[in-house]
Structures are given as C-alpha cells and as structure tokens.
Nanobody, 121 residues
C-alpha cells in the first residue's frame, strides 16, 4: 500500500482545468504541511503550492491566481485545482506531506508517485 496516492493528471488543452488529488494513508498522523511540487526534464523539482494544517497557503509566483490548493483533513487528502492551464505547466506533479509530532519532535517527509500533467493543443 502506497502511503500517498495521487490522481487527476492527464492531457488538457491550454486554458483548461484539472484537479489533482492526493490521499494520504490514515495511518499517517500529525500531518502539518501538505503540498504539490512539479518537475520537468532537466530542471529541479519546484514547489507549486502548499497548505498548512491551519489553512495558510503558499504558491509559486507563476501559478498565483490560477491554482488553488485545499485540504480535507477528515479524508487526509490534499487537492490542487488548476485553472487556465498553460503549456509551461506541463510537468510531473508530486504530492508532498510533512508530519511533525511536537511531543516527540519527530518530523517525516512523504512523497507521492507523481502524476503527469500535459497541457497541449
């Protein structure tokens, strides 16, 4: 069983929309930050958006106003709504989850398997 399972990627035309989902196993506790990264050939993996347990969000400049990250804590799931997609958004998108147990001071990082998003005519 994968600890993070991504879905929602695919092929979309420029200007279209996709919604990515990432479901974390309920065995993962004390989730602090959930987010999405993306990577294209020859480039470093970059942060797209993340969201804290309190609902604070952060976005890379290139997606501000177009993407929206949200989370459903009851489902241990994070979403990325992507609107007005551009060819430059084409990448493999990876879910990222950070846990922190304050009582133990223990932090763990989890990665999804990656889902391909292709924006093309």
């Amino acid at each position: 069983q994968a600890q993070l399972v991504e879905s929602g990627g695919g092929l979309v035309q420029p200007g279209g929309s996709l919604r990515l989902s990432c479901a974390a196993s309920r065995s993962i506790f004390s989730i602090n930050v959930m987010g999405w990264y993306r990577q294209t050939p020859g480039n470093e993996r970059e942060l797209v958006a993340n969201i804290t347990s309190g609902g604070s969000t952060n976005y890379v400049d290139s997606v501000k106003g177009r993407f929206a990250i949200s989370r459903d804590n009851a489902k241990n799931t994070v979403y990325l709504q992507m609107n007005s997609l551009k060819p430059e958004d084409t990448a493999v998108y990876y879910c990222n989850v950070e846990t922190f147990r304050s009582s133990y001071g223990t932090r763990y990082i989890y990665w999804g398997q990656g889902t391909q998003v292709t924006v093309s005519s």
